[in-house]
């Protein structure tokens, strides 16, 4: 018992570093481990992961917040739009065909992953959008953040904000009707459609997916998926592990996220197009 304990706070530690740098979670990495390693029922390990993205939320938004890297506009705004898809995709379980969103997701993710390796590859070109966004100066969203790997204040607009909102109310609909976490298609809103630059849009898809995930944790708790001797260690390991990680990321350069995060999309979009075909 005593060695299980230990090995959850090492795979929460992990998981928190990992979700924090990415904007991820940290459940892509706990989800798997429950199932495969320690053969844990997929309902109990999906209990589990979603106290593991509230706790990367809390552990990472702290130290984002104090260094003013996520973008709290951005954040509560593009919220509006995932809650509805999420009540959406409730609604909608049942009705529509699951494999089909599978495909679409899939697809999307693979865009995604192609449009950050196109990034990646334009290593003097700067990713900032220079366009001004009259929505987005209405509402307030441009905004500016201190990147510590490039020592330098950088001041960055968003664009295309229909685009964010329908990523968004996309993911939304993901996580209501088809039970997955939604961190890449925040992500992908925020860099890919709206041209924010990266760290911003990782710091602020940690804060969002603890709301969307705080949401959800009522009716696992209720249904008794949520295990405390697995999610309590867990969740120690991953307040540590999203401490750390926050700070990392920070120092880490955009391009090493970027080269991490591909790998993980493309993974993620071949295993939705497998559940679709």
């Not at 429950?34 to 109990?44: A, E, M, P």
């Not at 609604?91 to 065909?97: F, Q």
């Not at 990680?245 to 197009?273: H, K, T």
Request: charged share 15%.
């Amino acid at each position: 018992m005593i060695e299980t304990v230990i090995l959850m706070i090492v795979i929460g530690i992990l998981a928190g570093i990992g979700g924090a740098v990415l904007g991820l979670g940290g459940g892509i990495i706990v989800t798997p481990v429950l199932t495969l390693f320690f053969h844990l029922d997929i309902k109990y390990a999906i209990g589990a992961s979603i106290v593991v993205v509230i706790a990367t939320s809390s552990g990472s938004t702290i130290a984002y917040l104090k260094d003013e890297v996520l973008n709290l506009r951005v954040a509560m705004f593009l919220e509006i739009a995932t809650t509805i898809g999420a009540l959406s995709g409730a609604l909608l379980t049942g009705i529509l065909e699951p494999k089909y969103l599978y495909i679409l997701f899939g697809l999307l993710l693979l865009f995604s992953a192609f449009n950050m390796v196109k990034k990646l590859l334009n290593k003097n070109k700067s990713n900032l959008s220079t366009k001004d966004d009259k929505l987005a100066e209405k509402l307030r969203l441009n905004s500016s953040y201190y990147d510590k790997a490039e020592k330098k204040q950088i001041d960055y607009k968003v664009e295309n904000i229909p685009g964010g909102l329908s990523v968004m109310f996309g993911a939304g609909l993901a996580s209501g009707l088809l039970g997955i976490g939604s961190g890449a298609f925040k992500v992908i809103a925020m860099d890919t459609f709206m041209k924010m630059p990266l760290k911003p849009s990782s710091a602020t898809s940690n804060l969002m997916m603890g709301v969307t995930a705080a949401a959800s944790a009522t009716v696992y708790f209720f249904n008794g998926s949520i295990l405390p001797q697995v999610a309590v260690p867990l969740a120690l390991g991953i307040l540590v592990g999203a401490t750390i990680g926050s700070r990392i990321m920070q120092v880490l350069p955009a391009r090493w996220i970027r080269i991490i995060f591909v790998p993980i999309m493309f993974y993620i979009a071949c295993s939705m197009l497998y559940k679709g075909f």
